[in-house]
């Protein structure tokens, strides 16, 4: 059995007005994340790790934020792209840990329904995703509630 590590790490600008997605759900909050997709932080480091850790570059790689195909796309949908890159190769996911960095609203309420959505998704088990959050004290973008931030580390299996 081979077993593989990656790592990912994404921000994005919170702007009053715009749609907060996280981990695949809908968040009610008078401000959302902004980017070229639905600027999904907590996706799109889960993607960035699996596609680091099966040596496969990052998710802006293979899905440019140059190309109109990709403008406003949900998030799920690139994660499942990245579940079918990963199979192709052979790998399954063993397990996922993430923290969310961001002073408001409170995430810990929503992170069972995350967990369901991601586990979908990706076709694993919900116990197999760990999601935490945090905030930063108020100090940083996080803190003054400019952005948004989110950590990944998971681990891959190819039997």
């Known amino acids: 059995m081979k077993i593989r590590t990656g790592f990912g790490y994404d921000v994005h600008q919170l702007q009053e007005g715009a749609d907060l997605w996280i981990g695949g759900i809908k968040i009610d909050h008078s401000k959302g994340a902004v980017g070229h997709s639905d600027a999904d932080v ?3 480091v889960i993607c960035d790790a699996l596609l680091g850790a099966a040596n496969m570059r990052d998710i802006g790689f293979h899905f440019s934020d140059q190309s109109a195909e990709y403008k406003g796309i949900d998030s799920k949908i690139l994660l499942d792209r990245v579940m079918v890159l990963l199979r192709e190769k052979g790998w399954s996911i063993g397990n996922i840990d993430s923290t969310i960095c961001l002073q408001k609203p409170k995430i810990n309420p929503h ?6 959505c991601l586990a ?3 076709h694993i088990e919900e116990d197999d995703i760990s999601i935490k959050a945090t905030t ?3 100090l940083g973008f ?4 400019d952005g948004i931030a989110a950590y ?4 891959i299996v190819k039997a």
Do not use: R
């Not at 996080?142 to 509630?145: L, Q």
């Open 120 to 122: 979908k998704v990706m």
């Open 142 to 145: 996080v803190g003054t509630e």
């Open 136 to 138: 930063t004290e108020k």
């Open 42 to 44: 907590l996706i799109h």
């Open 152 to 155: 990944a580390t998971v681990l």
């Open 111 to 116: 992170i069972p329904t995350m967990k369901s």
